[in-house]
């Protein structure tokens, strides 16, 4: 997942958990962002399509400003058909299989593509492959690549090549952040446990035995331990992107910092790569299999201030950016920026989380009473800026699983201070200190902190202290039920369009997410366990919807609010996809294929 505090940032640690959508086997597709996932069911497989994700909303601009105000952009040329984004901070690694901040991943996405792919609905979509069926049960899935495939320099690319890339995945020598992602496969537990250099001369035949082959140049299998009937949406991730086998063998440990090893399969090649200009470039690969996209070039710029990023902006120097949050009021009520500031629902859902094992909040009336005094409208009005939607639920629109209909626990006063009393802290009489911990290294989060502490103290009557702690030191406080503070701010950010990601890889009591909090419901547990390897797509989404709403219910965590992906775009700029996934620049899900810059 994506740190919900940073934009910029998946998680760095993916707990032993199975990921990723719905039971489909695919055929056909043109393009990268393929407009339909036209499905059959596997041999013997039920064949109820599985349900779709709700669309994200469209994103809006800014409402029109009442009176003008003096800010204005430059005219800009739109760079001879080449699109200019804003971005930060130059990504730490390029290398697909190790990567897992979402700023590495967004330019890796350009250059690169998996087996699959998702599209402007977050469906699964064929993307190296040109279809895939499962057997029965789920535990054996095959891709057949389309003809002809071929790297960005010519060069074949071969099912051996995907085979590559799961080593690599596995590969204890220097495990990436998700080295764990593709645990299901036959034999992958024993490589990802494999003690170097101690055991070094066993990964050879533990290779060898590991469940996946290529049986022919076209054809690769996937053997797996345990029914996974998403396994088609965990092969479109970064990590299955086929690097070249022969350039990181040369290149060594740091083989993607040079870019002539940069040679992919997706729809752009990139040409420069140059970290004293802060500037990465693509061209159009000429050997995709889709076709050429539209713009002739791509440039990202890295701007780490973006008081200066803005201005780069304003000059017509880049076309799009993600604006400073503080900065959004302005932008809104500017006559000219108003116009191309877009907003639209992101990947985050942001909570209030408790230590659930020490007093007061392991009484689940406590947790209710903090619920029902949380003013979210007010905080994300007031403290926010409105750059957060206020939820009740946990998965957020756009993604399958979310519940339009969730209604428990919104803001009222006389329900929190019952709910107190029935407690047994009437008007906070006989709580203990109430603690709550925030990072420092954000001079801004003193002021929102506050904000919470006067919000309850009028709805319940009671007194939050602030508590500020360097935010490293809070990171690690958070890695154990130990140290886990009284009370602080905690969140999740997808890392794929699924149900299980949200639920079952953070709520499962053996989650270290659910550990370090204390949270565990057997119940929950059970329809979490039960979905995980449910072939049925209905019967795997009634599942999951139950037992999101017992972990509503349960308030081990108070829902709060939803990221927005906020922007400015060059009005010029045309064919974006907004996705909730976008998390650097619009559009980037679906490899900006479509997108032209049109005068």
Not at 24 to 33: E, I, K, N, R, S
Not at 82 to 98: F, N
Not at 106 to 115: D, F, T
Not at 317 to 338: G, M
Request: with cysteine.
């Amino acid at each position: 997942m994506r740190h919900p505090e940073v934009r910029t940032r998946w998680i760095a640690a993916l707990v032993l958990a199975l990921l990723v959508p719905m039971l489909l086997a695919a055929c056909g597709g043109q393009a990268p962002a393929g407009t339909a996932d036209q499905a059959t069911a596997p041999a013997a497989a039920p064949t109820a399509a599985a349900a779709e994700p709700t669309a994200a909303a469209e994103p809006t601009a800014a409402a029109e400003p009442t009176a003008a105000t003096d800010a204005t952009t430059a005219p800009s040329t739109g760079g001879d058909n080449i699109l200019r984004i804003a971005d930060t901070p130059w990504p730490d690694s390029l290398d697909p299989q190790k990567s897992s901040f979402a700023n590495e991943i967004a330019v890796l996405q350009q250059n690169y593509e998996g087996l699959t792919r998702y599209d402007k609905d977050l469906k699964t979509v064929p993307a190296a492959a040109e279809k895939w069926e499962y057997n029965s049960d789920a535990t054996q899935v095959t891709f057949h690549l389309r003809d002809g495939l071929k790297y960005s320099d010519g060069s074949p690319l071969t099912a051996q090549d995907f085979v590559n890339a799961v080593y690599r995945v596995l590969d204890p020598h220097n495990p990436g952040d998700y080295q764990t992602l593709l645990f299901m496969i036959k034999g992958a537990d024993a490589i990802i446990n494999t003690e170097v250099p101690t055991d070094e001369a066993k990964l050879p035949d533990l290779q060898k035995a590991l469940g996946v082959k290529a049986t022919d140049d076209k054809t690769i299998t996937f053997d797996l331990a345990q029914p996974t009937p998403y396994f088609h949406t965990l092969v479109g991730t970064w990590v299955m992107y086929p690097a070249k086998q022969d350039l990181v063998s040369k290149g060594g440990e740091t083989w993607y910092e040079d870019v002539a090893n940069q040679i992919g399969n997706g729809p752009w090649q990139m040409t420069t790569m140059d970290k004293g200009s802060n500037l990465i470039e693509f061209k159009p690969n000429e050997n995709y299999w889709g076709g050429k996209p539209k713009l002739a070039g791509l440039q990202v710029k890295y701007i780490d201030d973006l008081a200066v990023a803005l201005q780069a902006y304003k000059n017509g120097e880049v076309d799009i950016i993600a604006p400073d949050p503080n900065d959004v009021p302005t932008l809104k009520a500017d006559a000219a920026l108003s116009k191309e500031y877009k907003e639209y629902p992101g990947a985050c859902t942001n909570a209030i989380s408790f230590n659930l094992n020490k007093p007061p909040f392991d009484n689940p009336k406590v947790r209710e009473a903090f619920a029902y005094g949380f003013d979210r409208e007010g905080y994300d009005r007031d403290a926010l800026k409105d750059t957060e939607i206020p939820t009740l639920t946990w998965i957020p629109q756009g993604y399958p699983g979310y519940d339009k209909a969730e209604n428990r626990f919104g803001y009222d006063p006389a329900k929190a201070k019952a709910a107190l009393a029935e407690a047994g802290f009437a008007d906070g009489k006989g709580l203990p200190e109430l603690k709550w911990a925030y990072s420092s290294s954000n001079p801004a989060n003193q002021a929102r902190i506050e904000y919470i502490a006067q919000m309850y103290q009028k709805s319940l009557g009671i007194t939050i202290v602030p508590e500020p702690v360097e935010g490293t030191t809070l990171t690690a406080l958070r890695k154990s039920n130990e140290t886990y503070p009284m009370i602080t701010t905690a969140g999740w950010c997808a890392d794929y369009p699924d149900q299980q990601n949200w639920l079952s890889v953070y709520w499962h009591s053996s989650t270290n997410f659910a550990k370090n909090t204390g949270y565990k419901n057997a119940e929950i547990d059970k329809l979490l366990e039960q979905a995980d390897v449910e072939t049925d797509p209905a019967k795997r989404t009634q599942l999951y919807d139950q037992a999101q709403k017992l972990v509503i219910g349960d308030l081990g965590q108070i829902m709060r609010g939803v990221t927005k992906n906020t922007y400015l775009i060059k009005p010029y700029v045309k064919g974006l996809d907004f996705t909730p996934q976008d998390s650097d620049w619009s559009g980037q899900i679906t490899s900006m294929f479509g997108v032209s810059i049109e005068k």
